[in-house]
């Protein structure tokens, strides 16, 4: 071969390493959709003093947690709840079954309320006690008339927010997921009546003792 | 031999035909998303309107090719144009995938005979058999490469259907041609070389590599990032114009046809490679690797073709033994690159479905609000499964509040980078496959003879 013919096959050879080289150093090997994070890793999670934030929070928190427990993905978690085939598919590949599922999903929202209270992510009550009311459809000078220390005394928000899960029916949840109202329905009812609860026992706790059934 | 009747408009008339038939391998791949949206076919399926004139014109190549060393290159010529035209127009009018099909296969025996036929008229025309191989040669490789940018910008400007209507009366300018020199082509009756294997076989494989560069980049601009076909076709300008300028570019250097044909399975292996580590979804990182990619196709596909055909008699058959080599490979290319990324697209779905539920999950738009996008998000993928989404209407549909608008607006701009992630990612492997398919074509070009430098 001529040594025109090597000098053609090298330039062909540079040229072709030379534009290969410069487009891995732009991320040509990286540029592919985003992997999914360890759910078993705490996340940064940034809660606003609201209850829709703080219920996102917890949601997410404990699907993490859940994820984490059964070896798969957040995302892979959430994008097989809503339909009962996938759900029943993810739990074969996580080795239980349907009401495995629901418990590791129960322990991974309490276990999410543990995370966000360690990282003192959540919000007091009584900062929770405007979006609580309007929630609820009570007026706002009547939030007001309740004084902060109080409302943080009788419903500390890691207690409620235990007691709601302990309230929330997860196979049920599940079953009404592809209903947005009946889901709403059903994590406000558990709230508000993890609320009530933490208020009686606290209430209890401070009467003397001979009035202690008073409240039934 | 010469022609008396003007031979400059015969030249340019028979090169036409010559670059209309072997446009016509490629010249519907801009086309295909529309085809597949008409005739609601499958990406698999409608690879056959591609697959079926290639199969066809390489099996037909040959034979159509002993007919024109008997004498009969004009008559050829002339039915072969008037059945490529007559089958050009069925296409247009086909109503159905598989009329469409039936009509590219009678398109691909019409388009044999004008191929085969047209190198002999062309070496009759010209002042040497050298110089009218070239022109045979250039031809094709113009058409080859200019195809699929035409058919891109007649489908956007007016529908794919016009792409076919407009070949009918284009290629029967050359029929006048092909009647007058009936009586003029050489017949020959001695016995016929052997086929250049090497250059046939180097021809294949880059014709293989080759139509991942066309097919696959541009299925990647139309399908992958959703651009449109009219800008996917200036995208794609690049390749042929690189092609166009490495031909003379490749007569100065002098460097031999073992090394063009070398060097030029290079440049398509290291385009090819590039293509599929894209940085980016932007078109114009793809345009660097197309460059390459068109500078090999310049210097490989015209040294091979003249290397099959040099010094080898009828030159008829051994031109049909090229014209089945390329548009041979080109069906293997289709075959073993269509599986690896119809799987790859399909394999795609479910990290491209995390990474936007990711995105949506971490954005800073209320619960609600994600709640309300992801209902309309998941419909939107399981309406177009098979397909890359278009997400924006999922925004629509949900309605957010307008002090909400920015974050959405952010929140889209991240989904569909993630889809363009996704898509870019699927190609990657058939982009690769493709490169090696190139460099593979460098063994047999190892074994060429090297006669001579090029004029």
Known sequence: MSARGLTLIAAALILSAALLAFQLVSGGADFVPARSADPCEDRDRAVKADLESVGEAVVLTGIDAAACELGVTRERLLLALPYPEERAALAREAGTDEAGLARAIHDGLRTGVDRLEDNDQLPTASALLPSIGDQLGIPQNLVDLVPDGVVDELVPTADVLRWAVDQIDVTAVLADLDDPDALEATLRDALVQGAVDEVRERIEEGLPGPLQGLLG | ?455
Do not use: Y
């Open chain 2, 1 to 455: 031999m010469s022609t008396s009747a003007r031979p400059p408009a015969a030249v340019a008339l028979l090169s036409l035909a010559v670059g209309i038939v072997l446009a016509d391998s490629a010249i519907v791949t801009l086309a295909l998303p529309s085809i597949l949206r008409e005739f609601d076919a499958e990406v698999s399926q409608v690879a056959w309107v591609l697959t079926g004139f290639n199969l066809v014109l390489a099996v037909t190549a040959v034979p159509a090719a002993r007919l024109c060393t008997r004498g009969a290159a004009g008559w050829a010529g002339a039915t072969g144009l008037v059945a490529f035209a007559a089958a050009s127009a069925g296409c247009a009018l086909a109503g159905s995938l598989e009329v469409l099909i039936g009509a590219r296969v009678a398109q691909a025996i019409g388009g044999a005979l004008v191929i085969a036929s047209c190198l002999e008229m062309l070496v009759a025309v010209s002042e040497d058999e050298r110089q009218g191989v070239a022109r045979w040669a250039a031809a094709g490789v113009a058409g080859a490469a200019i195809g699929p940018v035409v058919g891109g910008l007649m489908t956007e400007a007016i529908s794919w259907q016009s792409i076919f209507f407009v070949q009918v009366p284009l290629v029967l300018l050359a029929l006048p041609v092909a009647l007058a020199l009936r009586t003029r082509v050489e017949r020959h009756d001695g016995p016929a070389d052997r086929p250049d294997i090497p250059a046939n076989l180097a021809l294949a494989l880059v014709s293989a590599a080759l139509t991942a560069a066309l097919f696959l980049l541009v299925l990647l601009l139309v399908e992958g990032w959703r651009r449109s076909p009219a800008l996917a076709a200036i995208t794609v300008t690049a390749m042929p114009v690189a092609a166009v300028v490495a031909g003379p570019l490749a007569g100065r250097l002098r460097a031999g046809t073992r090394a063009e044909a070398i060097a030029g399975s290079i440049l398509i292996g290291g385009g090819l490679a590039c293509l599929g580590l894209l940085p980016d979804a932007n078109p114009a990182w793809t345009v660097p690797a197309q460059i390459l990619i068109g500078f090999g196709l310049g210097l490989t596909v015209d040294a091979l073709t003249q290397s099959a055909l040099r010094d080898r008699v009828p030159r008829a058959i051994h031109g049909g033994w090229t014209i089945a080599a390329r548009h041979g490979g080109i069906v293997v290319g289709l075959l073993i690159l269509t599986p690896i990324f119809t799987a790859d697209l399909r394999d795609a779905r479910v990290p491209a479905q995390e990474a936007i539920a990711a995105q949506v999950i971490d954005s800073d738009l209320p619960a609600t609000s994600k709640l309300k996008l992801a209902e309309g998000l998941g419909e939107q993928l399981d309406a177009e499964e098979g397909q890359v989404p278009d997400l924006s209407s999922a925004f629509e549909t949900a309605q957010l509040p307008a002090s909400q608008s920015a974050q959405a607006a952010a929140l889209e701009v991240r989904l569909d980078d993630q889809l363009e992630r996704a898509a870019t990612r699927a190609f990657r492997d058939a982009f690769l496959a493709a490169a090696l398919l190139a460099l593979l074509a460098i063994v047999p070009a190892l074994f060429l003879r090297e006669r001579g430098m090029r004029a």
